[in-house]
């Protein structure tokens, strides 16, 4: 698949202070995202996160497929997923998001809402398989979604409403101080997928 790219937009920070959060606007046309949701909705490895949380056995109605140069294993709250390798498409994609960005990613965690009333509560990416100061670049496919950013300490919100092909950026001390989450809403009937591109630290024990 070809892509169709816009040059991003002005990036200015979207935070008023403690981060950054860039956002380079849409950089596909609205043909090509849609070709790109249909397509990775039939070919990503799309499955729920399960696990053991609390002590409290738990099933998410969100489903992910996590791929990587390597077969890392991600640990986050309840859940272990192990890599799966690139999918060429995506691996296309995420050249072209180096290039954007400026800086190198390892592995792409993707997240598919199939309505609005599947969301993502508030959290921060902050594991250390991450790093310090971790740059994320979110890339967003379907329907346009809310979403929040609440600072930790001062409960301030900035809030984004991100269409398909629209690519975000978070980086510097944007994890320590801020929460993010997809807010649901029952108008909403159309999936939404977002590629988050990262760099894996793999952590011996």
């Keep these: 698949m070809n892509l169709e790219l816009f040059a991003p937009e002005r990036c200015d920070n979207v935070l008023p202070y403690d981060g950054i959060v860039q956002d380079y606007g849409v950089v596909l046309s609205a043909e090509h ?16 996160d399960e696990g053991l949380l609390f002590g409290q056995y738990y099933r998410t109605q969100r489903q992910v497929a996590w791929y990587g140069d390597e077969q890392y294993q991600y640990r986050y709250p309840g859940a272990l997923k192990q890599a799966h390798v690139w999918q060429p ?15 190198p990613f390892n592995s792409c ?41 609440k600072h930790k300490r001062t409960a ?13 950026v978070m980086r510097g001390q944007t994890q320590q101080h801020w929460k993010h989450a997809l807010i649901k809403s ?7 997928m977002n590629l988050t591109f990262r760099y894996f630290h793999s952590i011996s024990k």
């Design 33 to 48: 995202s849609a070709r790109y949701l249909e397509y990775f909705l039939q070919h990503l490895a799309w499955q729920a």
């Design 89 to 103: 498409a995506l691996w296309r994609l995420k050249q072209q998001v180096e290039r954007w960005v400026g800086h």
């Design 156 to 168: 301030n919100k900035v809030e984004l409403l991100l269409q398909s092909g629209q690519l975000l």
């Design 186 to 192: 029952s108008k909403i009937l159309q999936p939404r």
């Design 109 to 149: 965690l993707a997240n598919l809402y199939q309505d609005g009333t599947q969301g993502l509560g508030w959290h921060s990416d902050d594991e250390p398989n991450l790093g310090k100061n971790a740059v994320i670049a979110s890339l967003s496919f379907g329907a346009t979604r809310k979403f929040s950013f």
